[in-house]
Nanobody, 123 residues
Framework: QVQLVESGGGSVQAGGSLRLSCVAS????????MGWFRQAPGKEREFVAH???????DYAASVKGRFTISRDNAKKTTYLQMNSLQPEDTAVYYC?????????????????WGQGTQVTVSS
């Protein structure tokens, strides 16, 4: 049974930082591309960042230069370091696993999803 479990969310003031973690089980983690998405109230889920098996990365324009995605295959964990957080970053953040080896920003292309972790940034 595949499970992705996120942690590290919370409430911070604008300009603060958080580090999200996503631990995978039930999958051969090193073979999966991993992504982070977010969903704000009343909005569609949107791409934030993704990382390939060889740690190539890409980011949404809104977070580039502030967020960093990384992975530790030995720990079956992917991370999202979020710096200079702004109120518009407030959302539920989800990690996702893509077994199709496509560095994609599309929600339907991901096979497995975590339950999400809330990030709230106050001004």
């Amino acid at each position: 049974q595949v499970q992705l479990v996120e942690s590290g969310g919370g409430s911070v003031q604008a300009g603060g930082s958080l580090r999200l973690s996503c631990v995978a089980s039930g999958v051969q983690f090193s073979r999966y591309f991993m992504g982070w998405f977010r969903q704000a109230p009343g909005k569609e889920r949107e791409f934030v960042a993704h990382i390939s098996r060889t740690s190539s990365t890409d980011y949404a324009a809104s977070v580039k230069g502030r967020f960093t995605i990384s992975r530790d295959n030995a720990k079956k964990t992917t991370y999202l370091q979020m710096n200079s957080l702004q109120p518009e970053d407030t959302a539920v953040y989800y990690c996702a696993a893509d077994g199709n080896a496509i560095l994609t920003t599309r929600v339907p292309d991901y096979d497995y999803w975590g339950q999400g972790t809330q990030v709230t940034v106050s001004s």
